[in-house]
């Protein structure tokens, strides 16, 4: 294999590294060599590439700032074509064979970006700048300023396909939940694992250890053989669960977390058996917060150079990974951590031209390095940097300003202290408390009994101390859940004195100093917003947009407090924090989706007779989760005709159409008359066995809920019917009054939809057709099976239903048969049916019928119409109390000048009608317009000979013979339609009872 | 002379039989046809009566397996005054005429036998498969061989019954929606390695 030279590779080191397996990559179409275990921005660093990115709004050149995920800078498209995904942060995507990654926010190279320019005009772009500068006029809003701003603003581009990979959901229990690998995460996994409790030790990165260096020592050993030992010690407790590439980004209540798994992000691709991501709930009892803390920035001009890194960032290079962030890396430090950089740096040979520390006396640490050798310089901090498209020298001040040195360099290491990683656990609403010792937020836990955190995330620093903390921690978490702990010792490492943190949230300039490198906010633009009345630090956050971007301001958001709070005179705790939201690290939109994407996005439930109709060439339609025929094409057939042949036909000879989706609700008990008196506007008392009646169901407040016919089986026991769409719903609706309101009533019922299937044959040849299928096993004439009369018979030994009921206003029967005979009655009546011209019709055909006959379904129940609105007033009983009634009688649902129900057609006979359209009065004579009603269902009826429809309008049948005009307003059609009775088809039923 | 009707099960039509295979399958799936399934119902201040008569659970979620008179089944609460019996044998409707006709006036029956599909679910990630779409912890310290609970699965509604301590479930799922769940089991069983049979009673 060709490698390249990685010209910034050190020769020795790098824990996380494998220097004998090379990885080819490719960077803005330029081939790069790296190491198995590099991340992207290691790998760009070891081959000498600072400059990696454009930044949002100035377009500045960027560099690398972290090695973690919380890095605002380093943001690339990552992969090609379907699979390009955009702002991936180069610092958490782990090399693999034939990577490929573009840099964003730049035209047309990252070196040469016309938009830089901006940054001439920057003065002008502060704070508000887009708020202030596009407000007129406000004609120009959408065509003009969001085309500029949406063009101007976005940082990446979406790939525009659909995305290829899989994602899947998983849940969890546990008892404990550890959430970060780190020392004090794996401590207190360790002893609440022992335990016996369940415990997931979720960790972000590939690997554990956290932030533990090179040359930390734990128990005697180094800190890597430690993170060793300890994660076998966890691998051999079976009920501790260690999750990496595992990322905890969502706290929700009860303790309910959730979490991103990077399952195939690390592969060149992701195998076919598996998803890309998986997105976890976890539901724990009890959780400890690992999650550390966040070394933060120091402001100073020019401080976004790329070069310019973060002094832990510069260590784990330099450590982990083996690869030098520079030849000479001046260091600016206000604590004793950047003192363990310099270490690093000299280990591996690097040149530290100066470590300015801002504190004024020196610490143990700062005496260790100057007897090492290092140049500290205190009371010393940074003033600005030099460079344009990486560091070239920094220039020192004193504390009161005044100009120091100019050092050559080509990196800075920056530490402004370490912020606790408060994000996730500050979710649930909790702010976090002020410390001044430590200069940083902790996290508020005295509060809640299940939460505890471990370490650095509540400002616990020491590696030894952390240790400590995190076993304790696990320990009495374990036995406040009632698990049995045995005395045991944690682990332990040297102790070290600490030196003070010297506060450091603005140095002394007039330049460009970024708080906010992702989203390009400086603090003069804290500063701006705060003169223009922006004080809250909500209104602060929106307004500058400090803090908004993908990144959640993980960086900024301390200082840009500071910095507020400096210029209000203010304390940092007075000032307050935002809130914290998930997703706390960005997540893809799929994750979520999981398996419910495309085809998948909801369950799709199918008939006993899907694959009859599929034979049968039928077109579905989705009716809620159903599958159902919409309608049968014919060769060379398109809808239009084919719904219009299949009306057509079955008013002539025989239709099949399946109904098995009407939902199906078996009820038992000496009170289930009574039960169906009190849920229907209708009585059921004296309904014989064997009878079927229509019946309607009001809402509590008074609007008609669902309709169906319901079968009288056995003196106790009945069938009831639903529309198909309001299956659940009225299930649920009577569960609710037979568990809460009615329970003395002796009154059963369970959903019996999927236990019988079932087809209506209508149409004038419809016994005939039945004749020649059951053959006797039941007597069809009119005197044994009369309209509305209902019969169980056995058929070919399976239990069989028939019901004489109708929708479309033919001679018609349904037919139940246990699901699983479904595929035999279809076959067995298409058979039967062939001697008589039999088709199968969709629901559309049914459609069409049911208006024809003026029948009512779901366009009529829309939720505001009431009974008497349907023309169907006389079924309200009176001598019985139902659900709805009272409200039923409300004024406005009574008032005379409600829209009732009526039939229409267009006077012209070729026009057509469009559902939605309303009555509207003259417009010539009234000057404006004034709506009626409206037309509720529209069909183009082969039995009346022209497009009829039903619809509601104000008089309803006083208006009958009357000619109004519908209006279109979605195609703005006028046409004059005629008011007429909604019963099309056979007014007296003669074809019904025949 | 009547004939024999044919007689198909939710998953005959879906690519159920045959096309799932793998060398060392971490996951076992068998759609068990044939079963009978009866609902029934306690009237009131019968409960005792029938709970008696036909030796069903009291305790919510444990179902019990009962072998003798009037037939072999396992009782599976659902709610109160409410269980499901699962039967091999007797789908035809004589298992549930046999219960109707056994229980009398101590409750009520709706034979269910073809309402849904009952799939068995095994291996050594059987449990880890239905992580993936169950919300319930089924980990052994709070679920054994016994439990029963309803729940929803891939926005399915199931019927799940743990058979044994391997673990090895039953679920029972709507007929319409079997067809959707299988291509879920499918799918995501596709990381364990996956054998699917049929079992006909």
């Given at each position: 294999m060709r490698t390249h030279k990685q010209p910034c590779r050190l020769d020795t080191g790098g824990s996380?590294?494998?220097?004998?397996?090379?990885?080819?990559?490719?960077?803005?179409?330029?081939?790069?060599?790296?190491?198995?275990?590099?991340?992207?921005?290691?790998?760009?660093?070891?081959?000498?590439?600072?400059?990696?990115?454009?930044?949002?709004?100035?377009?500045?050149?960027?560099?690398?700032?972290?090695?973690?995920?919380?890095?605002?800078?380093?943001?690339?498209?990552?992969?090609?074509?379907?699979?390009?995904?955009?702002?991936?942060?180069?610092?958490?995507?782990?090399?693999?064979?034939?990577?490929?990654?573009?840099?964003?926010?730049?035209?047309?190279?990252?070196?040469?970006?016309?938009?830089?320019?901006?940054?001439?005009?920057?003065?002008?772009?502060?704070?508000?700048?887009?708020?202030?500068?596009?407000?007129?006029?406000?004609?120009?809003?959408?065509?003009?300023?969001?085309?500029?701003?949406?063009?101007?603003?976005?940082?990446?581009?979406?790939?525009?396909?659909?995305?290829?990979?899989?994602?899947?959901?998983?849940?969890?229990?546990?008892?404990?939940?550890?959430?970060?690998?780190?020392?004090?995460?794996?401590?207190?996994?360790?002893?609440?694992?022992?335990?016996?409790?369940?415990?997931?030790?979720?960790?972000?990165?590939?690997?554990?250890?956290?932030?533990?260096?090179?040359?930390?020592?734990?128990?005697?050993?180094?800190?890597?053989?430690?993170?060793?030992?300890?994660?076998?010690?966890?691998?051999?407790?079976?009920?501790?669960?260690?999750?990496?590439?595992?990322?905890?980004?969502?706290?929700?209540?009860?303790?309910?977390?959730?979490?991103?798994?990077?399952?195939?992000?690390?592969?060149?691709?992701?195998?076919?058996?598996?998803?890309?991501?998986?997105?976890?709930?976890?539901?724990?009892?009890?959780?400890?917060?690992?999650?550390?803390?966040?070394?933060?920035?120091?402001?100073?001009d020019n401080n976004d150079i790329p070069g310019v890194m973060l002094s832990s960032a510069v260590r784990c290079y330099v450590d982990r990974f083996a690869v030098a962030p520079g030849k000479s890396v001046a260091i600016a430090t206000n604590n004793d951590d950047a003192y363990h950089t310099a270490f690093a740096l000299l280990d591996a040979g690097i040149n530290i031209p100066v470590l300015a520390d801002a504190r004024l006396a020196p610490s143990a640490l700062s005496e260790r390095a100057r007897q090492l050798g290092i140049r500290v310089q205190h009371a010393m901090l940074p003033q600005c940097a030099h460079g344009s498209h990486r560091v070239t020298a920094l220039s020192l001040q004193r504390t009161d300003g005044a100009f120091a040195e100019r050092v050559r360099c080509d990196c800075i290491g920056v530490s402004g202290g370490y912020s606790p990683n408060v994000s996730l656990i500050s979710q649930r609403g909790e702010r976090p408390r002020w410390r001044e010792d430590i200069l940083a937020f902790v996290p508020e836990t005295n509060k809640t009994e299940d939460i505890g955190c471990a370490g650095a995330c509540h400002g616990v620093f020491d590696l030894n101390a952390c240790l400590q903390d995190g076993f304790d921690m696990g320990e009495r978490t374990a036995k406040e859940l009632g698990f049995d702990v045995d005395t045991q010792t944690a682990p332990s490492a040297p102790s070290q004195e600490a030196g003070a943190i010297h506060p450091l949230w603005r140095c002394p300039g007039n330049g460009k100093a970024f708080v906010d490198f992702q989203n390009d906010v400086t603090a003069d633009d804290i500063h701006l917003a705060n003169r223009e009345g922006y004080s809250s630090v909500e209104h602060l956050k929106r307004y500058t947009t400090l803090g908004m971007a993908t990144d959640q301001g993980r960086t900024s958001n301390v200082n840009g407090l500071a910095i507020l709070a400096l210029a209000q005179g203010k304390s940092i705790p007075e000032v307050g924090t935002t809130r914290y939201r998930p997703p706390a690290v960005p997540v893809a939109i799929g994750a979520f989706a999981g398996h419910e994407r495309g085809k998948n996005f909801q369950p799709v439930r199918r008939t006993a007779m899907h694959a009859c109709h599929e034979k049968f060439g039928a077109v579905f339609v989705e009716a809620g989760q159903w599958m159902r025929p919409r309608y049968y094409p014919e060769l060379g057939e398109n809808m239009e005709a084919a719904i219009w042949r299949e009306a057509k036909l079955v008013r002539e000879n025989v239709g099949v159409c399946d109904v098995s989706t009407l939902g199906k609700i078996e009820l038992f008990g000496e009170d289930?008359?009574?039960?169906?008196?009190?849920?229907?506007?209708?009585?059921?008392?004296?309904?014989?066995?064997?009878?079927?009646?229509?019946?309607?169901?009001?809402?509590?407040?008074?609007?008609?809920?669902?309709?169906?016919?319901?079968?009288?089986?056995?003196?106790?026991?009945?069938?009831?019917?639903?529309?198909?769409?309001?299956?659940?719903?009225?299930?649920?609706?009577?569960?609710?009054?037979?568990?809460?309101?009615?329970?003395?009533?002796?009154?059963?019922?369970?959903?019996?939809?999927?236990?019988?299937?079932?087809?209506?044959?209508?149409?004038?040849?419809?016994?005939?057709?039945?004749?020649?299928?059951?053959?006797?096993?039941?007597?069809?004439?009119?005197?044994?099976?009369?309209?509305?009369?209902?019969?169980?018979?056995?058929?070919?030994?399976?239990?069989?239903?028939?019901?004489?009921?109708?929708?479309?206003?033919?001679?018609?029967?349904?037919?139940?048969?246990?699901?699983?005979?479904?595929?035999?009655?279809?076959?067995?009546?298409?058979?039967?049916?062939?001697?008589?011209?039999?088709?199968?019709?969709?629901?559309?055909?049914?459609?069409?019928?049911?208006?024809?006959?003026?029948?009512?379904?779901?366009?009529?129940?829309?939720?505001?119409?009431?009974?008497?609105?349907?023309?169907?007033?006389?079924?309200?009983?009176?001598?019985?109390?139902?659900?709805?009634?009272?409200?039923?009688?409300?004024?406005g649902m009574t008032s005379p000048k409600r829209p009732s129900l009526v039939g229409v057609k267009p006077v012209k006979p070729k026009q057509r009608l469009r559902g939605g359209a309303h009555f509207v009065t003259d417009i010539a004579k009234k000057g404006k317009i004034e709506s009626l009603g409206w037309i509720s269902s529209v069909a183009d009826s082969p039995a009346v000979g022209c497009w009829i429809g039903l619809g509601y309008i104000q008089g309803g049948h006083t208006r009958i013979g009357e000619k109004v005009t519908a209006w279109y307003p979605m195609k703005n059609e006028m046409i004059e339609v005629e008011i007429c009775d909604p019963v099309f088809v056979d007014p007296k039923g003669e074809r019904l009872h025949g | 002379m009547?004939?024999?009707?044919?007689?198909?099960?939710?998953?005959?039509?879906?690519?159920?039989?045959?096309?799932?295979?793998?060398?060392?399958?971490?996951?076992?799936?068998?759609?068990?046809?044939?079963?009978?399934?009866?609902?029934?119902?306690?009237?009131?201040?019968?409960?005792?009566?029938?709970?008696?008569?036909?030796?069903?659970?009291?305790?919510?979620?444990?179902?019990?397996?009962?072998?003798?008179?009037?037939?072999?089944?396992?009782?599976?609460?659902?709610?109160?005054?409410?269980?499901?019996?699962?039967?091999?044998?007797?789908?035809?409707?004589?298992?549930?005429?046999?219960?109707?006709?056994?229980?009398?006036?101590?409750?009520?029956?709706?034979?269910?036998?073809?309402?849904?599909?009952?799939?068995?679910?095994?291996?050594?990630?059987?449990?880890?498969?239905?992580?993936?779409?169950?919300?319930?912890?089924?980990?052994?310290?709070?679920?054994?061989?016994?439990?029963?609970?309803?729940?929803?699965?891939?926005h399915v509604g199931v019927l799940l019954h743990q058979v044994d301590d391997a673990p090895v479930y039953d679920l029972l799922v709507y007929s319409g929606f079997a067809q959707y769940f299988w291509e879920w089991l499918e799918e995501s069983a596709a990381e364990f390695g996956l054998a699917s049979e049929v079992e006909i009673i």
């Open positions: 996380s590294i494998q220097r004998g397996k090379p990885l080819r990559f490719s960077f803005d179409g330029k081939s790069y060599t790296g190491f198995e275990g590099d991340t992207l921005a290691s790998a760009l660093l070891a081959n000498g590439k600072h400059l990696v990115g454009r930044s949002f709004k100035y377009h500045r050149p960027r560099g690398i700032l972290t090695a973690s995920s919380e890095e605002p800078n380093a943001l690339v498209e990552l992969r090609k074509g379907a699979f390009r995904e955009p702002n991936t942060r180069a610092t958490t995507i782990e090399l693999f064979e034939g990577l490929v990654a573009k840099s964003q926010n730049r035209f047309p190279s990252l070196a040469f970006d016309v938009l830089s320019v901006n940054q001439l005009f920057s003065r002008f772009m502060g704070a508000g700048f887009y708020y202030k500068t596009f407000m007129w006029p406000s004609s120009f809003w959408e065509p003009v300023y969001e085309k500029f701003i949406r063009r101007a603003a976005g940082l990446g581009r979406a790939a525009t396909l659909p995305d290829p990979d899989r994602y899947e959901h998983a849940h969890h229990h546990c008892d404990v939940l550890v959430i970060g690998g780190g020392a004090a995460g794996l401590a207190a996994a360790l002893s609440a694992g022992r335990s016996g409790a369940r415990v997931i030790l979720a960790e972000e990165t590939p690997r554990l250890g956290g932030s533990l260096s090179r040359t930390d020592i734990i128990d005697g050993a180094p800190a890597d053989e430690w993170v060793r030992n300890t994660r076998r010690a966890l691998e051999a407790l079976p009920e501790t669960q260690i999750k990496t590439r595992f990322c905890v980004f969502g706290y929700y209540d009860n303790n309910i977390f959730a979490a991103i798994e990077r399952v195939g992000d690390h592969l060149a691709a992701t195998p076919k058996h598996l998803p890309r991501q998986r997105l976890h709930t976890i539901r724990a009892r009890k959780v400890i917060f690992a999650t550390g803390a966040l070394e933060r920035p120091v402001v100073f289930a008359a009574e039960f169906l008196n009190r849920l229907y506007i209708n009585g059921w008392s004296k309904l014989p066995v064997g009878k079927a009646r229509y019946g309607l169901m009001l809402r509590e407040d008074g609007a008609v809920f669902d309709d169906g016919t319901t079968s009288r089986l056995g003196n106790n026991h009945f069938l009831m019917t639903t529309t198909t769409a309001n299956a659940a719903a009225v299930l649920a609706h009577m569960e609710k009054y037979a568990q809460t309101v009615w329970r003395d009533l002796d009154v059963h019922f369970c959903s019996a939809t999927e236990q019988w299937c079932g087809v209506s044959v209508a149409g004038p040849l419809a016994r005939e057709t039945l004749k020649a299928v059951f053959k006797g096993a039941v007597d069809l004439s009119n005197e044994a099976l009369p309209f509305m009369g209902v019969r169980e018979f056995v058929w070919n030994g399976t239990t069989a239903r028939i019901f004489r009921i109708s929708f479309s206003g033919e001679l018609a029967y349904e037919v139940n048969v246990p699901w699983g005979y479904g595929e035999a009655m279809w076959e067995r009546i298409m058979d039967a049916g062939r001697a008589f011209n039999i088709i199968p019709y969709g629901t559309e055909a049914l459609g069409v019928l049911r208006i024809e006959k003026g029948h009512v379904a779901g366009s009529e129940l829309d939720g505001r119409t009431t009974a008497t609105d349907m023309g169907l007033g006389s079924m309200l009983s009176s001598k019985k109390q139902f659900i709805g009634l009272p409200l039923s009688r409300r004024e | 009547a004939e024999q009707l044919k007689i198909i099960s939710p998953l005959m039509r879906s690519n159920f039989s045959g096309t799932a295979r793998s060398d060392a399958p971490g996951v076992h799936i068998t759609d068990r046809r044939g079963l009978a399934l009866v609902q029934i119902f306690a009237r009131p201040g019968k409960e005792e009566s029938l709970v008696r008569r036909l030796d069903l659970p009291m305790q919510p979620g444990r179902s019990r397996a009962h072998s003798g008179s009037p037939a072999d089944y396992l009782a599976l609460p659902l709610a109160p005054k409410q269980w499901m019996l699962v039967s091999e044998g007797g789908k035809d409707g004589s298992f549930s005429q046999t219960i109707r006709e056994y229980i009398g006036e101590f409750g009520y029956v709706s034979e269910q036998s073809h309402s849904r599909a009952v799939l068995r679910i095994g291996g050594t990630h059987a449990r880890e498969l239905l992580s993936k779409g169950c919300r319930l912890d089924l980990h052994p310290r709070v679920m054994s061989a016994g439990a029963c609970a309803s729940t929803t699965i891939a």
